[in-house]
């Protein structure tokens, strides 16, 4: 989570990422290439994803609630 916390502005997304049971993303992703990027575990509820592109990139185990993607 500290590792993913320090890309959340960052316009390029990639790598991996892998949540702990009880992290929760709730964030605002706008104008963000995700890109070769993993995302395990944790929760995102509440999240927009504005304008994001995404290549190669997959959620696994992640729990996703309330999230919107937007154009």
């Given at each position: 989570m500290e590792y993913l916390d320090k890309v959340?502005?960052?316009p390029l997304i990639?790598?991996?990422f892998c949540l702990k049971e009880g992290d929760i993303?709730?964030?605002?992703w706008k104008?963000?290439?995700?890109?070769e990027a993993h995302i395990t575990g944790g929760?995102?509820?509440d999240s927009s994803f504005e304008d994001c592109i995404f290549r190669n990139t997959?959620?696994?185990?992640v729990f996703?609630?309330?999230i919107d993607f937007v154009r």
């Amino acid at each position: 989570m500290e590792y993913l916390d320090k890309v959340l502005s960052q316009p390029l997304i990639q790598g991996e990422f892998c949540l702990k049971e009880g992290d929760i993303l709730d964030y605002l992703w706008k104008n963000q290439e995700f890109i070769e990027a993993h995302i395990t575990g944790g929760s995102m509820i509440d999240s927009s994803f504005e304008d994001c592109i995404f290549r190669n990139t997959t959620f696994e185990n992640v729990f996703m609630d309330d999230i919107d993607f937007v154009r």
